[in-house]
C-alpha cells in the first residue's frame, strides 16, 4: 500500500512540475529586457532564469493606463459579484423552500440558461444598452454578469440540503421568513455563497469579450481590454511587458483560489451533490 501511494505521489509531482513549467518560464521571461526578448526567449537554460534581471518591465506597464485598467476591472467584478452572490441567494432558497406558483417551471428554465452561450447575447445587449445609454459605463460593464444560472443552480442543491427541522424550529421560536433567511440559512450557506463569488468575479476579472464590445473609450477600458488592445499589436517589441501585466492580472484570483480553497471545494461538492 505505502509503495502504491509512493508512486501516486510521484505521478502527481511529476504532473504538477510539466504544469508548472510553463508558469515559471513566463515569469522568467517577465524579468528580462524587451531587447533581448526580441531576439530570443532561451538566453539562459530556455528562459527559466532571468538573466540579467531587470523590473523595467512592470514599471513601464503601471505607467501606461495600467492602474485606470484595474480600477475599472476592480469596480466591475466587485459589483459583479456582489450582486450576482446577493440574488443567487435569494433566488437558490426560494427555489429550495418556498413553494410558490410556477416554481417547477421557472427553476428548469433558469437552468436552460446554461446551455445558452453568452456570445448570442451579445448582439441584442448591445443595443438595449446602447440605447439606455449604458455603454461605456461601469453599470453596462457589470449588469449582464448578474443573472448566472450556475450561481442559482448551486445555492439552490445547497438550500436544499439543509434539514428542514433548522427552519422549523426557527419558526417556534417566532422568526419570520426573512430572518431565517438572513441569521439561520445563510450562515449555513456560507460555503455556497463563497464557490459563487469567486467562481463569479474570476470570470469578471478575466472577462474579454464583453468589455471589448461595450467599452470603446479608453479611460472605460479593463484590464484585459487595455493590455490586448495597447501591447498585443506590439507584442514582438514589448514581450516582457506584457507578460508582466499578465502576472500581475493574474494575482487576485489566484490568491482567492488559494485562500478559500477550502471553501470552494465543500462548496462544489454539497452544492453538486
Known amino acids: 500500500m505505502s509503495k502504491r501511494l509512493t508512486l501516486n505521489f510521484f505521478v502527481i509531482l511529476i504532473a504538477c512540475l510539466i504544469w508548472f513549467t510553463p508558469v515559471v518560464w513566463v515569469i522568467s521571461l517577465s524579468f528580462q529586457p524587451n531587447e533581448l526578448l526580441q531576439k530570443t526567449t532561451t538566453n539562459f537554460l530556455f528562459g527559466f532564469f532571468p538573466i540579467p534581471f531587470t523590473v523595467e518591465n512592470?514599471?513601464?506597464?503601471?505607467?501606461?493606463?495600467?492602474?485606470?485598467w484595474v480600477m475599472n476591472t476592480l469596480i466591475v467584478a466587485l459589483c459583479a459579484t456582489f450582486f450576482t452572490t446577493v440574488f443567487c441567494s435569494m433566488a437558490g432558497y426560494a427555489f429550495a423552500r418556498i413553494d410558490f406558483f410556477g416554481r417547477k417551471f421557472i427553476y428548469p428554465l433558469v437552468l436552460a440558461g446554461l446551455m445558452i452561450p453568452g456570445e448570442l447575447l451579445f448582439i441584442p445587449l448591445?443595443?438595449?444598452?446602447?440605447?439606455?445609454?449604458?455603454?461605456n459605463t461601469h453599470t453596462g460593464l457589470f449588469l449582464p454578469k448578474l443573472g448566472v444560472p450556475f450561481g442559482v443552480f448551486i445555492m439552490t442543491q445547497y438550500f436544499k440540503g439543509v434539514p428542514k427541522e433548522v427552519e422549523e424550529a426557527s419558526v417556534i421560536d417566532g422568526a419570520n421568513r426573512l430572518q431565517i433567511f438572513v441569521r439561520i440559512m445563510l450562515p449555513l450557506a456560507l460555503p455556497a455563497i463563497f464557490t459563487v463569488a469567486i467562481v463569479n468575479f474570476g470570470g469578471a476579472w478575466n472577462d474579454y469579450i464583453w468589455p471589448l464590445v461595450s467599452a470603446s473609450e479608453q479611460h472605460m477600458r479593463t484590464l484585459q481590454v487595455g493590455m490586448s488592445l495597447q501591447l498585443g499589436n506590439r507584442l514582438s517589441m514589448y514581450m516582457g511587458t506584457s507578460l508582466a501585466g499578465i502576472i500581475i492580472s493574474t494575482i487576485p484570483t489566484i490568491f482567492l483560489l488559494v485562500y478559500?480553497?477550502?471553501?470552494?471545494?465543500?462548496?462544489?461538492?454539497?452544492g453538486t451533490k
Do not use: E
Open 58 to 68: 512592470y514599471i513601464k506597464m503601471w505607467s501606461s493606463n495600467f492602474d485606470i
Open 126 to 135: 448591445f443595443t438595449q444598452f446602447s440605447s439606455l445609454g449604458l455603454n
Open 260 to 270: 478559500f480553497q477550502k471553501y470552494l471545494l465543500r462548496g462544489f461538492a454539497l
